[in-house]
């Protein structure tokens, strides 16, 4: 046989080897052709047991062997590896699968560990040359042993943090189990060493127990893994680990909850971080704050707590001698019933904590909102007493969220060769994801957009607790613009572009917006590797055009655009698509998701919330601009007890006490207290974030101050009448209070 047709023939076997994956994912001539190919060679000739030529090499896995050579893994890179180390494995590997380490290492984040994952794993390669020297045959389609051995042994070793970052730099504890170094060699390292970069350089590392390593500034690090073993081979790797803070307050008191009412025989759980206003010692004035959801469940009281201090908002709320309750779920992704019974039991206990004469306000962001207003319906509804007075929906989907359909269909069709695809597959089919979202994929793909039928299910369980809570007051805050602005693009707008083709491969992976209303492709996959190519096309009609609409965004597809493809690039045509539309977070009685919401003179007819909050332009979802600052502070405060007066704060509280009068249309006069000598400055702002005058600025002395305000701009024209909020800001505190100008 000429030598070129020979080569073409083995790349024609090896390619069809790196489509296992594919196969699975749809049947038809690549299936039909791996069976064929490989049913010629015999597993007991792979000693390794594990012949990497068996999938397609989306992770660089050749710049991870272990030398001083080998580039930091970072976790996306190393969970990669790990899926193509089990897809590989001719028999059922021993190490789990990836869903199952990372949820034991979330476990151990839980408890403020950093758990380290390593891979020492030798793979089997064909040898380029097996072909041309007979190791390797063909015949009738298929790879046949010839004389020689046509395998070549490779190792990966790579490590990974499988949290990748800290808010407790000072004192970090990581931790290397002996379950989670992954290895098929009989033989254990004989030494363990690690290099933090924290100065220090190598120290010792042991099995199962935490080393605790003190950094002194923030920043990214860089970190050594080094092993040796008993014959003096050394084996090196390295990961990026990123300190965001020295330092994070801690919470007070963390309860553990578990709903009392169970929901398809299983009861939810979360826990409730309780962080107290310095001028309480115990949990008194509460705001009950609920998360959203949370795709990987990775977020604990350090993440909850950077992004409900957002413009210094939590720590605001505190200063003005409110406590904050954070309840995480332990779960975020299951039936959202279950995690709203979770809500009913913590708001039992906070009113059985606080009395039940005292009131609380719930915040409840992004999903936390309909959960939250489930869990208040139903109590409601079952004549359960919850002494809420203020429901604060923060950009909830109260009427269905959005991840685009065509994003879906390519997460499904990429999943078998991708470890993020599958992640983040997998989390779309989480029962929450599949009450939440409008359209949702189905198998085989539909003609039109449908929602999956658990959706449909839990809104006949919120009817039936009554749809809404009623005795209290309801307010909605918009991340999506009020106005009518798009994310950018229209509908049926191309999206993601992904085209790769070569002599052996040819990759595409396009996506759409999905249409309005008329016919149109949102989707198209396809992977050849010669012979056996393997595609899906995916055309909806009768959608709504979700995908562009206004509402709070989500950065989707700038993160698929950030993934480092081995076949050509992945580019976002656009970076943000509508996660929550405004319609949505404000559930406006309307089909049109461009209704015209801002200039709707009767805008809360169309609502069954008391206020609506929505900016001009279409905000990343949950973001907490200085506007929604103010919404939340001005919603907390109706009806709520006031605040302890300066003496009952006690030393180093900043504080302002209401002002007197309010409403006033003259002068007000204003008392405040400022916790150490320094700069600080008493701005006053309007409902929209716009500093309207400055009262007081400079550096100022520790203790009780006075100020007045006359109704004035910075120019001094008189304001309009409406509410307004003053801001008392300092070097690192800040606090605010509502005041009202007739």
Same mark, same amino acid.
């Given at each position: 046989?000429?030598?070129?047709r020979?080569?073409?023939?083995?790349?024609?076997?090896i390619?069809?080897?790196?489509?296992?994956?594919?196969?699975?994912?749809?049947?038809?001539?690549?299936?039909?052709?791996?069976?064929?190919?490989?049913?010629?060679?015999?597993?007991?000739?792979?000693?390794?047991?594990?012949?990497?030529?068996?999938v397609?090499?989306?992770?660089?896995?050749?710049?991870?062997?272990?030398? =001083?050579?080998?580039a930091?893994?970072?976790?996306?890179?190393?969970? +990669?590896?790990?899926?193509?180390?089990?897809?590989?494995?001719?028999?059922?590997?021993?190490? /789990?699968?990836?869903?199952?380490?990372?949820?034991?290492?979330?476990?151990?984040?839980?408890?403020?560990?950093?758990?380290?994952?390593? $891979?020492?794993?030798?793979?089997?390669?064909?040898?380029?040359?097996?072909?041309?020297?007979?190791?390797?045959?063909?015949?009738?389609g298929?790879?046949?042993?010839?004389?020689?051995?046509?395998?070549?042994?490779?190792?990966?070793?790579?490590?990974?943090?499988?949290?990748?970052r800290?808010?407790?730099?000072?004192?970090?504890?990581?931790?290397?189990?002996?379950?989670?170094?992954?290895?098929?060699?009989?033989?254990?390292?004989? #030494?363990?060493?690690?290099?933090f970069?924290?100065?220090?350089?190598?120290?010792?590392?042991?099995?199962?127990?935490?080393?605790?390593?003190?950094?002194?500034?923030?920043?990214?690090?860089s970190i050594?893994?080094?092993?040796?073993?008993?014959?003096?081979?050394?084996?090196?790797?390295?990961?990026?680990?990123?300190?965001?803070?020295?330092?994070?307050?801690?919470?007070?008191?963390?309860?553990?909850?578990?709903a009392?009412?169970?929901?398809?025989? +299983?009861?939810?759980?979360?826990?409730?971080?309780v962080?107290?206003?310095?001028?309480?010692?115990?949990?008194?004035?509460? !705001?009950?704050?609920?998360?959203g959801?949370?795709?990987?469940?990775?977020?604990?009281?350090?993440?909850?707590?950077?992004?409900?201090?957002?413009?210094?908002?939590?720590?605001?709320?505190?200063?003005?001698?409110?406590?904050?309750?954070?309840?995480?779920?332990l779960?975020?992704?299951?039936?959202?019933?279950r995690?709203?019974?979770?809500?009913?039991?913590?708001?039992?206990?906070?009113r059985?904590?606080?009395?039940?004469? +005292?009131?609380?306000?719930?915040?409840?962001?992004?999903?936390?909102?309909? =959960?939250?207003?489930y869990?208040?319906?139903?109590?409601?509804?079952?004549? #359960?007493?919850h002494?809420?007075?203020?429901?604060?929906?923060f950009?909830?989907?109260?009427s269905? =969220?959005?991840?685009?359909?065509?994003?879906?269909?390519?997460?499904?069709?990429?999943?078998?060769?991708?470890?993020?695809?599958?992640?983040?597959?997998a989390?779309?089919?989480?029962?929450?994801?599949?009450?939440l979202?409008?359209?949702?994929?189905t198998?085989?793909?539909?003609?039109?957009g449908?929602?999956?039928?658990?959706?449909?299910?839990?809104?006949?369980?919120?009817? *039936?607790?009554?749809?809404?809570?009623?005795?209290?007051?309801?307010?909605?805050?918009?991340?999506?613009?009020?106005?009518? $602005?798009?994310? *950018?693009?229209n509908?049926?707008? +191309?999206?993601?572009?992904?085209?790769?083709?070569?002599?052996?491969?040819?990759?595409?992976?396009?996506?759409w917006?999905? /249409?309005?209303?008329?016919?149109?492709?949102?989707?198209?996959?396809?992977?050849?590797?010669?012979?056996?190519?393997?595609?899906t096309?995916?055309?909806?009609?009768?959608?709504?055009?979700?995908?562009? =609409? /206004?509402?709070?965004?989500?950065?989707?597809?700038?993160?698929?655009?950030?993934?480092?493809?081995?076949?050509g690039?992945?580019?976002a045509?656009?970076d943000?698509?509508?996660?929550?539309?405004?319609?949505s977070?404000?559930?406006?009685?309307?089909?049109d998701?461009?209704?015209?919401?801002?200039n709707?003179?009767?805008?809360?007819?169309?609502? /069954?919330?008391?206020?609506?909050?929505?900016?001009?332009?279409?905000?990343?979802?949950?973001?907490?601009?200085?506007?929604?600052?103010?919404?939340?502070?001005?919603?907390?405060?109706?009806?709520?007890?006031?605040?302890?007066?300066?003496?009952?704060?006690?030393?180093?509280?900043?504080?302002?006490?209401?002002?007197?009068p309010?409403?006033f249309?003259?002068?007000?006069?204003?008392?405040?207290? !400022?916790p150490?000598?320094?700069?600080?400055?008493?701005?006053?702002?309007?409902?929209?974030?716009?500093?309207?005058?400055?009262?007081?600025?400079?550096?100022?002395?520790?203790?009780?101050?006075?100020a007045?305000?006359?109704?004035?701009?910075?120019?001094g024209?008189?304001?309009?009448? *409406?509410?307004?909020?003053?801001?008392?800001?300092?070097?690192?505190?800040?606090?605010?209070?509502? !005041?009202?100008?007739?």
């Amino acid at each position: 046989m000429p030598r070129l047709r020979r080569i073409c023939l083995f790349i024609v076997g090896i390619s069809t080897l790196a489509l296992s994956g594919a196969a699975r994912a749809a049947a038809g001539p690549i299936e039909s052709g791996l069976a064929r190919t490989f049913e010629g060679l015999p597993a007991d000739k792979i000693e390794t047991g594990i012949l990497y030529d068996r999938v397609l090499p989306l992770s660089r896995i050749y710049e991870h062997d272990g030398s =001083a050579r080998s580039a930091p893994a970072s976790l996306r890179e190393w969970r +990669q590896i790990y899926l193509e180390m089990r897809n590989a494995s001719l028999r059922e590997p021993a190490w /789990p699968r990836i869903e199952d380490v990372l949820s034991k290492g979330a476990d151990l984040v839980r408890a403020g560990v950093v758990p380290i994952a390593v $891979m020492d794993i030798e793979y089997d390669r064909i040898r380029e040359d097996a072909l041309a020297t007979g190791a390797l045959e063909i015949e009738n389609g298929r790879l046949v042993i010839g004389e020689g051995d046509p395998f070549v042994s490779r190792r990966v070793f790579a490590a990974a943090p499988l949290r990748e970052r800290t808010y407790h730099g000072e004192g970090v504890v990581f931790r290397l189990n002996r379950s989670d170094y992954f290895s098929n060699d009989a033989v254990t390292p004989q #030494l363990l060493e690690a290099d933090f970069d924290d100065g220090r350089g190598f120290v010792g590392l042991s099995f199962d127990e935490g080393r605790t390593v003190r950094y002194d500034r923030p920043g990214s690090k860089s970190i050594s893994l080094r092993v040796r073993f008993p014959d003096g081979t050394e084996r090196v790797a390295s990961f990026p680990f990123d300190v965001v803070r020295l330092a994070s307050p801690a919470p007070d008191d963390t309860l553990h909850i578990t709903a009392a009412i169970p929901y398809l025989g +299983q009861t939810g759980h979360g826990d409730a971080y309780v962080y107290l206003s310095d001028a309480h010692s115990s949990l008194t004035n509460p !705001v009950i704050i609920i998360e959203g959801f949370d795709l990987d469940n990775s977020m604990n009281w350090d993440e909850l707590y950077a992004l409900l201090n957002q413009e210094a908002l939590l720590e605001t709320l505190r200063s003005m001698g409110y406590d904050a309750v954070v309840l995480n779920f332990l779960d975020s992704t299951d039936y959202m019933q279950r995690n709203a019974y979770t809500i009913v039991e913590l708001i039992q206990q906070v009113r059985a904590a606080v009395g039940p004469l +005292q009131t609380s306000a719930l915040v409840g962001a992004s999903m936390g909102g309909l =959960a939250a207003r489930y869990a208040l319906a139903y109590m409601e509804s079952n004549n #359960l007493d919850h002494s809420v007075r203020s429901f604060i929906s923060f950009d909830a989907p109260q009427s269905g =969220a959005d991840i685009p359909l065509g994003i879906q269909y390519w997460l499904d069709f990429f999943q078998d060769q991708s470890a993020e695809a599958a992640a983040m597959l997998a989390s779309l089919d989480t029962p929450a994801a599949r009450q939440l979202l409008a359209y949702h994929h189905t198998d085989p793909p539909g003609a039109t957009g449908e929602s999956d039928p658990l959706r449909a299910g839990f809104l006949a369980d919120l009817a *039936g607790v009554g749809s809404y809570p009623s005795g209290l007051r309801k307010a909605a805050i918009a991340n999506g613009s009020g106005a009518r $602005m798009s994310q *950018g693009f229209n509908a049926g707008d +191309q999206i993601i572009r992904w085209e790769y083709s070569s002599l052996f491969v040819s990759v595409t992976g396009n996506v759409w917006a999905v /249409p309005d209303a008329v016919s149109h492709q949102i989707f198209y996959g396809m992977i050849r590797f010669i012979l056996f190519p393997t595609e899906t096309t995916v055309t909806v009609s009768g959608t709504r055009p979700f995908d562009n =609409a /206004p509402g709070g965004w989500r950065a989707s597809m700038a993160t698929m655009d950030s993934v480092d493809a081995p076949y050509g690039d992945i580019i976002a045509l656009h970076d943000n698509h509508c996660f929550i539309p405004t319609v949505s977070a404000l559930d406006i009685n309307t089909q049109d998701l461009f209704y015209d919401i801002a200039n709707d003179p009767d805008i809360l007819a169309q609502s /069954p919330f008391d206020v609506v909050y929505f900016p001009q332009g279409n905000e990343e979802h949950v973001l907490v601009s200085p506007e929604t600052k103010q919404w939340v502070i001005a919603e907390v405060e109706v009806g709520a007890t006031t605040a302890a007066p300066l003496a009952a704060a006690g030393p180093g509280v900043p504080m302002i006490l209401p002002v007197s009068p309010n409403p006033f249309s003259g002068t007000a006069g204003v008392r405040f207290s !400022v916790p150490r000598e320094g700069p600080a400055r008493l701005s006053v702002y309007d409902a929209s974030g716009r500093r309207v005058a400055v009262l007081a600025d400079g550096r100022l002395r520790a203790g009780e101050h006075r100020a007045s305000w006359n109704g004035r701009d910075v120019s001094g024209r008189r304001a309009g009448s *409406g509410v307004y909020f003053l801001e008392l800001r300092g070097t690192d505190f800040a606090t605010s209070r509502k !005041v009202v100008l007739d």
